[in-house]
Nanobody
Framework: QVQLVESGGGLVQAGGSLRLSCTTS????????MGWYRQGSGNERELVAS???????TYADSVKGRFFISRNNAKDTVYLQMNTLKPEDTAVYYC????????????????WGRGTQVTVSS
C-alpha cells in the first residue's frame, strides 16, 4: 500500500516562503510522475506543479517563476519550494504520485496524500 505524507505547510505572510515535502512509503513498481495539487476554499483541485521520471516539469501559470518543484527519484520524495507567496496561494496542498503498483499492473494508479494547509496572510 503506497502512502504519501506531506509536511511543511503553515501560516506565512505575503511575500514569504515555504517548502513542502512529500515522502512515500510502501512499494511501487514504477513511478510515472509526482507533483502537487491544491484546492482553495470553494475551488476545484488544480495542478500546481508536476515532474516526471525524465525530469520534465509542468507548472501552473499562476505559480511560474515563484514555485519550484524537485524530486529525489531514489526515495520517491518530492518537494515544492514556494517563494513570494500571495494570499491567493492559500489552499490545501496535496501530494500526488502516478504509477504502476506492480509489474503485472496494466492500469496507472493515482495516489494522494491527505494534504497540508498553506495560509498566506496579507
Amino acid at each position: 500500500q503506497v502512502q504519501l505524507v506531506e509536511s511543511g505547510g503553515g501560516l506565512v505572510q505575503a511575500g514569504g516562503s515555504l517548502r513542502l515535502s512529500c515522502t512515500t512509503s510502501g512499494s511501487i513498481f514504477h513511478t510515472v510522475a509526482m507533483g502537487w495539487y491544491r484546492q482553495g476554499s470553494g475551488n476545484e483541485r488544480e495542478l500546481v506543479a508536476s515532474i516526471n521520471g525524465g525530469g520534465g516539469i509542468t507548472y501552473a501559470d499562476s505559480v511560474k517563476g515563484r514555485f519550484f518543484i524537485s524530486r529525489n527519484n531514489a526515495k520517491d520524495t518530492v518537494y515544492l519550494q514556494m517563494n513570494t507567496l500571495k494570499p491567493e496561494d492559500t489552499a490545501v496542498y496535496y501530494c500526488w504520485l502516478a504509477g504502476y503498483a506492480s509489474s503485472s499492473t496494466f492500469s496507472r494508479t493515482d495516489y494522494w496524500g491527505r494534504g497540508t494547509q498553506v495560509t498566506v496572510s496579507s
